[in-house]
């Protein structure tokens, strides 16, 4: 996969799931991504379209943004996160906090960023 590939589903993937929080938060869930993608040894792509992994990806029927700027805060938070130091410490889940998912207690909590909590396992 080549790399706009890369930046384009991890900018897909940081605007749905994140695109109202701020650049901090937006960061956060782009390093949770890549991490996968590491830890996994797949694509952006991979990681981003494996199924129940992220609920825009089974819950929408388009995967196109509607929200111009929010997608290009997007963009620009996914290039940040493919080109700086994952400062997650190795995070490789989230969840908002207003859930509590089942798996979130077999995990080491990381930090908060936004309104989400990050994991590792």
Known sequence: MSF??????????VYH??????????????HVTLNRANQDKKTVEQVVT???QFSWTFL??????T???AFAASVQ????????KDFTKGATFYHRHDVQPK?????????TYGDHLFYRN
């Open 67 to 69: 929200e111009p700027e």
């Open 4 to 13: 706009l590939e890369g930046l384009l589903w991890l900018s897909l993937n």
């Open 103 to 111: 798996w979130a207690k077999s995990k080491t909590y990381v930090a």
């Open 17 to 30: 799931e994140a695109r109202s929080e701020p650049q901090i938060g937006q960061l956060a869930v782009a």
């Open 77 to 84: 938070a996914a290039m940040k996160a493919m080109t700086s």
């Open 50 to 52: 494996a199924p129940k």
């Open 60 to 65: 929408q029927r388009s995967y196109l943004p």
